[in-house]
């Protein structure tokens, strides 16, 4: 029989992990679509301009989301392996 309040319990347990990670995909994805479009652009002018925009503000902003979004996500995929590894190895049927 599947435990009901178990299984409550572990979802109300892992929302704010998934709530967090889902906001770190987010922003990793939207920052590095906004870098290509106002740093980078994809054209002769964007080749010339590259140099000066890669220092503006707002190009450092997305340029550290993206850095820290990278590094929270591998964090992530090894804290999954960990436990998924941990689980496997003390599983008794």
Same mark, same amino acid.
């Given at each position: 029989?599947?435990?009901k309040?178990?299984?409550?319990?572990? $979802?109300? *347990?892992?929302? /704010?992990?998934?709530?967090?990670?889902?906001?770190? %995909?987010?922003?990793?994805?939207?920052?590095?679509?906004?870098?290509?479009?106002?740093?980078?652009?994809?054209?002769?002018?964007?080749?010339?301009i590259?140099p $000066?925009? *890669?220092?503006? /503000?707002?190009?450092?902003?997305?340029?550290?989301? %993206?850095?820290?979004?990278?590094?929270?996500?591998?964090?992530?995929?090894?804290?999954?392996?960990?436990?998924?590894?941990?689980?496997?190895?003390?599983?008794?049927?």
């Amino acid at each position: 029989m599947i435990d009901k309040v178990g299984i409550y319990n572990f $979802f109300k *347990t892992i929302k /704010p992990l998934v709530l967090f990670y889902s906001g770190w %995909i987010f922003l990793h994805y939207v920052c590095s679509q906004l870098y290509i479009y106002y740093c980078v652009p994809n054209t002769w002018y964007g080749i010339f301009i590259s140099p $000066f925009m *890669t220092m503006a /503000p707002h190009c450092s902003a997305f340029r550290w989301v %993206i850095y820290e979004a990278g590094n929270i996500l591998y964090t992530m995929w090894i804290g999954i392996g960990s436990w998924t590894v941990s689980n496997l190895l003390t599983f008794k049927s």
